[in-house]
């Protein structure tokens, strides 16, 4: 290892003080690498960079705190001087030693260039957040070649002898060193600017069978392993039931509580019945005084201000949505609990399409629809998403906070509530798990949704998100 680093010291030494004066043909490349880090990475958080080369990564990401760490004390230098708002260590990532640990961690194009890279990314574990993130890309082997041509020919930077991983090695070094990848996608087909051509294709067509399997570079987005460890405290839980003429159900709900939760609370938000569902709820907490409930009425329309207004109101740390229809068993909601809290995922999504179901729980054109929805946004989203509108979601209030903070990415309209959530979780890149339950047919009331007319305004919603988040 020795030998490899002196080597490999000298060469980006050299590579360094070559880029004092030379740029190549690595302009559009290195922005469009930048764009996409800053969409995965919000502002204001801490970042550390591993291979920051001559910083210009890190300092687009405007971190609250960055660090940035090379082989090369030549880039570092380099580095510095172009950027000493940021700080910058010459040091070896397999011998990564800090005091304070970072909320996302970044390494482009450099894990190819690692002597061990378990040893590296079990080093990378123990500088990071618990709920961070490890944000990584590496170029695609089908450009070895291409790449060698260019360094040749003096456009591309020279490169050493490289690891030239593929995606599932990646995987499987960062499974053995402690993480899971949340999701993984491929980017750029073409490396350089012509006007229309690079956009559409680097932005649409790199998203498709075949061409992604020759697109440059790999990306992944992963995150540490739960471990499992009992918490100081159990977390408190807030339950928002969202009621539109549902006064027959109020009083299952209040009945049916799931025995094992101690602290928690349940929000109602009633939202401008035309029967006596308002009355109903204040009645059925006076007649359960031992239960912590309220009721608000929302001003506006739809589920997702309701949802809104109940998680505004909330005081847990856990937060739970319950449709009042009850076609999801309160019952099932510590399996949504545990989930949570043993790190199992970051955000809870409730599947109704794994088990039959009762006979008149959905209508066949509802349960086509939930089907095809549920292929399209787990292509949207990278991860399986296998019911969009299972009223059922549970996820951290702070979470839910940052979603709500960063609402304006997306707007505010989505009418359900579940798109907020699932658009917002995704573009944190919170890992999303499917909770499979019973779907059963409610037993009062009709369904307040109109599956043409609600229908056509998703089939809208999905076209707005495949802009936001897949063809960025």
């Known amino acids: ?101 970072f909320d996302f961690v970044i390494i482009s194009d450099t894990i190819n260039d690692l002597w061990d890279v378990q040893a590296t990314l079990e080093n990378i574990s123990g500088v990071m957040k618990a709920d961070g993130r490890l944000i990584l ?4 082997r089908f ?106 159900n109020i009083n299952s709900i209040f009945q049916r509580i799931p025995k094992c939760f101690s602290d928690f609370e349940y929000i109602f938000i009633e939202g401008h019945s035309i029967d006596d569902t308002f009355e109903e709820i204040k009645k059925q907490i006076q007649l359960h005084p031992t239960i912590n409930s309220s009721c608000y009425q929302q001003q506006g329309k739809g589920k997702g201000d309701a949802v809104r207004l109940g998680f505004s109101k909330a005081k847990g740390d856990i937060l739970m949505i319950l449709d009042a229809d009850l076609t999801m068993p309160p019952e099932n909601l510590p399996r ?32 086509i629809g939930n089907k095809f929805f549920s292929v399209v946004f787990t292509f949207l989203l990278g991860q399986p998403i296998k019911d969009t509108l299972c009223g059922t979601k549970v996820l951290w209030k702070r979470d839910y906070e940052e979603i709500a903070a960063n609402r304006d990415y997306f707007g505010d309209f989505d009418p359900f509530g579940d798109f907020d959530l699932l658009f917002g ?32 305004l998703l089939l809208k919603m999905v076209a707005f998100a495949a802009n936001r988040l897949k063809f960025t």
């Open 137 to 140: 890309n590496f170029y695609n």
């Open 336 to 367: 949504f609990y545990d989930a949570l809290v043993e790190g199992v995922g970051d955000f809870v999504n409730g599947v109704r399409l794994v088990y039959p179901m009762d006979k008149d729980a959905m209508r066949l054109f509802n349960f």
């Open 143 to 248: 450009w070895e070649i291409p790449l060698k041509i260019a360094e040749k020919l003096n456009l591309a930077k020279p490169n050493l002898t490289q690891n030239w991983l593929t995606v599932d090695d990646a995987k499987n070094l960062l499974n053995l060193a402690g993480f899971e990848v949340i999701r993984s996608w491929e980017e750029v087909l073409i490396p350089f600017s012509i006007p229309l051509v690079t956009p559409f294709f680097n932005k649409f067509i790199v998203r498709l069978w075949p061409f992604k399997h020759f697109a440059m570079t790999n990306f992944m987005v992963a995150r540490l392993k739960p471990k499992a460890t009992e918490p100081k405290k159990k977390p408190s839980i807030s339950v928002i039931v969202p009621a539109r003429n549902e006064s027959g």
């Open 425 to 456: 979780a995704a573009k944190l890149n919170l890992k999303i798990i499917d909770m499979p339950i019973r779907y059963t047919e409610r037993v009062y009331g009709q369904t307040n949704i109109q599956r043409w007319k609600h229908g056509w």
């Open 1 to 101: 290892m020795e030998n490899y680093n002196k080597k490999r010291l000298a060469h980006w030494n050299n590579v360094a003080e070559k880029l004092r004066s030379w740029q190549g043909l690595g302009k559009y490349y290195n922005s469009r690498i930048s764009q996409i880090y800053q969409f995965n990475v919000p502002s204001n958080h801490s970042v550390l960079e591993i291979g920051t080369g001559t910083g210009k990564l890190l300092f687009t990401l405007q971190p609250s705190k960055g660090l940035g760490i090379d082989l090369s004390n030549g880039m570092v230098e380099l580095a510095k001087e172009t950027h000493p708002e940021l700080e910058f260590l010459q040091m070896d990532a397999i011998d990564l030693k800090l005091k304070d640990k």
